[in-house]
């Protein structure tokens, strides 16, 4: 579960970078559309993977007969973090199933912005699971919703700000594309 996950969240950020950077450096005759079509399959099958994952897990926890993990799965689907999780699904499972269509597969506008929201969703399948298993704990007393601080939402978005910056350091010094993949 958590392997097709990895190679799913890491086959969008694929797109999400590489879409841009093939327009930019023009690399339309090293990258073809028919390189995006595969990760698009490869998106497809994992995004199956994942979605049936989350439904193993809906069954394992009502299967069990835990009233603990039973009631932790509905705190997922139905307490204060249910429009997380809804939106989790959404981009994780229901948005990739345009990719069965093969002209939205070989548009790379659509590709892009199905890439973000897998990546949208992916972040929030690990929020949802620390929040909602932190926030509903076995001991009532630990109860309570998350509010990230200004300091936290700073720290994201300075990851997200330098990641950013050290792969447009990297595009810039080292070459993106394999000189012996250049005819």
């Keep these: ?18 879409v841009p950077l093939r327009k930019i450096f023009k690399l339309e005759h090293v990258i073809p559309i028919d390189h995006f079509e595969m990760l698009a399959k490869v998106l497809l099958v994992t995004s ?14 009502l299967y069990s007969g ?24 959404f981009c994780n499972v229901v948005a990739p199933l345009i990719v069965f269509s ?34 509903n704990d076995f001991d009532p007393y630990n109860w309570g919703l998350y509010m990230p601080s200004l300091i936290e939402v700073g720290i994201t978005l300075g990851s997200f700000g330098m990641f950013f910056t050290f792969f447009l350091i990297f595009t810039k010094v080292l070459p993106v594309v394999s000189i012996t993949e250049v005819k």
């Design 1 to 18: 579960y958590f392997v097709a996950g990895a190679i799913f969240s890491g086959c969008a950020m694929v797109i999400t970078l590489v």
């Design 48 to 61: 199956l993977i994942v979605g049936f994952a989350y439904g193993i897990e809906w069954v394992m926890a």
């Design 66 to 89: 835990n009233i603990f993990e039973e009631g932790h799965f509905l705190y997922r689907l139905l307490g204060d973090y249910k429009y997380l999780y809804w939106l989790m699904v």
């Design 102 to 135: 093969r002209t939205l597969r070989r548009n790379l506008v659509v590709m892009f912005i199905l890439s973000i929201l897998v990546n949208i969703g992916m972040w929030l399948e690990r929020f949802v699971i620390i929040v909602t298993s932190l926030a």
